[in-house]
T-cell receptor, first 114, second 115 residues
């Protein structure tokens, strides 16, 4: 168990809908990363938040948005869903150790768009 | 920009045989290198990493990887695999000079260990 909690584990929805994925980082971790894992694109970095502020942005679509709340949990909002958005969405939190930054991944949310 | 190429999408191997999973990267800046493992229905777990120093790094479960700067490679090896090593393995890089630990992943290699 990494200590990172993602809910829900599975989500089935229809095209055009909007969903929210939630991530609770490990206690004390200030950074949250979102990744998308799909069969055709592989594992792609979407976005990072650090202590409530956006720190880095990757290949995140304009239909997607994220935020990190004062209690450090994060939400990834996906809107106007398309079939191609079906993927496993991972959240990770990070901690700085004596050997640099270490990422801890949650078990993911499997999104199926029908 | 960085990119990572894992040269084999699937590697079937018999139990107790040696295995090598290949990873090459491309980057205009210095990078840190990682191998992550993903067991079925689980998230990614860090297997080992190269930050600096000795180019040969080892994990607690017998895997090792060697950073080769001239060949821009970071191949993962194990001298004798077990059934329990069956999983998907991802090579990744991150930018040394940035203020973010974001990882750029390869496409993954499925290691299938057969009895």
């Amino acid at each position: 168990d990494s200590g990172v909690t993602q809910t829900p584990k599975h989500l089935i929805t229809a095209t055009g809908q909007r969903v929210t994925l939630r991530c609770s980082p490990r206690s004390g971790d200030l950074s949250v990363y979102w990744y998308q894992q799909s069969l055709d694109q592989g594992l792609q970095f979407l976005i990072q938040y650090y202590n409530g502020e956006e720190r880095a942005k990757g290949n995140i679509l304009e239909r997607f948005s994220a935020q990190q709340f004062p209690d450090l949990h994060s939400e990834l909002n996906l809107s106007s869903l398309e079939l191609g958005d079906s993927a496993l969405y991972f959240c990770a939190s990070s901690a700085w150790t004596g050997e640099g930054e270490k990422l801890f991944f949650g078990s993911g949310t499997q999104l199926s768009v029908l | 920009a960085q990119s990572v190429t894992q040269l084999d999408s699937q590697v079937p191997v018999f139990e107790e045989a040696p295995v090598e999973l290949r990873c090459n990267y491309s980057s205009s800046v210095s990078v840190y290198l990682f191998w992550y493992v993903q067991y079925p229905n689980q998230g990614l777990q860090l297997l080992l990493k190269y930050l600096s120093g000795s180019t040969l790094v080892k994990s607690i479960n017998g895997f090792e990887a060697e950073f080769n700067k001239s060949q821009t490679s970071f191949h993962l090896r194990k001298p004798s695999v077990h059934i329990s090593d069956t999983a998907e393995y991802f090579c990744a890089v991150s930018d040394v000079g940035s203020n973010t630990g974001k990882l750029i992943f390869g496409q993954g290699t499925t290691l299938q260990v057969k009895p």
